[in-house]
């Protein structure tokens, strides 16, 4: 029953609608009518700013963390990626927002974070790496993903100090939510076929971009 209950705790605390909150108490918006429509941490970098944006990552990734961190707390015997999955689909498919949610790369970090946190230190470079090299958030969590999810079996064999130990739930979570991620981003690939997804103003792909606007 403690499990039982724990788990929709952890589901509670993914649902939590970060960018729909933070919209409409500091500025009176829904960014679900804006932009993508999507109400994650890009959408509200696009809407509503910087600050907004960086807190709402901030939240989204703080939610993965306690939800993983449930079981460590109450000392239950279960591995806490059971928790960090429920976390991720609380937070894609929001009881608080009419099941209409992000695309889980956020809570999947702070996932990551709880469970090792040199590890999640190694995927956000991946993540930065990428960004800095497509300039578009869409592309770089999918690539992202696919060298995190390869990543959790290369490293305990190849750098143990990243990852010591292989696990097979998370790698097998990890190919779950890159199937997920690439699904949720259908639209982006489409755009980014079409030459017309946007783009960040940081990396190769702005400069590359501010070239042919010249």
């Known amino acids: 029953m403690e499990i039982f209950v724990l788990l929709i705790i952890a589901y509670l605390l993914g649902s939590i609608p970060s960018g729909v909150w933070v919209g409409k108490?500091?500025?009176k918006k829904d960014i679900r009518q804006f932009g993508s429509g999507n109400t994650g941490t890009t959408n509200t970098f696009r809407v509503l700013g910087k600050k907004a944006g960086i807190a709402v990552l901030m939240m989204d990734i703080l939610k993965g963390t306690l939800a993983t961190c449930l079981p460590l707390i109450f000392?239950?015997?279960?591995?806490?990626?059971v928790f960090g999955v429920v976390a991720v689909l609380g937070h894609t498919f929001p009881i608080f927002a009419n099941f209409k949610g992000g695309k889980a790369v956020a809570t999947s970090a702070g996932m990551l974070l709880a469970y090792n946190p040199t590890f999640f230190v190694y995927s956000a470079l991946i993540f930065i790496i990428m960004l800095y090299i497509t300039s578009m958030v869409s592309l770089t969590s999918m690539i992202s993903a696919v060298l995190i999810t390869l990543s959790t079996v290369i490293l305990p064999f190849a750098i143990p100090a990243i990852l010591p130990n292989f696990d097979w739930l998370l790698t097998t979570i990890a190919i779950a939510l890159t199937i997920f991620i690439f699904v949720r981003h259908k639209d982006n690939i489409k755009r980014i076929k079409d030459g017309t997804e946007s783009r960040v103003s940081f990396g190769l792909g702005a400069k590359r971009n501010n070239t042919t606007d010249k």
């Open 25 to 27: 108490l500091f500025f």
């Open 75 to 81: 000392s239950l015997d279960i591995n806490p990626l």
